[in-house]
């Protein structure tokens, strides 16, 4: 199941999630583990990914 919208986000905006990675200082596989819905980042974590792609936390998340 689907629960963030984070992988369509960067795309929506040109970032790799290498660089989200390195703007977050966190590893890639992390990274990568929220993209693919793996796992999900806490809340503190998305509102930095929010705020470094410059959208609402709301459109990380999948209604």
Do not use: H, W
């Amino acid at each position: 199941m689907k629960l963030n919208r984070i992988k369509l986000v960067l795309v929506e905006k040109g970032i790799s999630q290498t660089q989200l990675a390195k703007d977050l200082g966190k590893s890639f596989s992390s990274v990568n583990a929220y993209c693919s819905n793996r796992t999900q980042p806490s809340l503190d974590v998305l509102k930095q990914i929010a705020d470094i792609l410059s959208v609402n936390m709301k459109d990380l998340i999948v209604d």
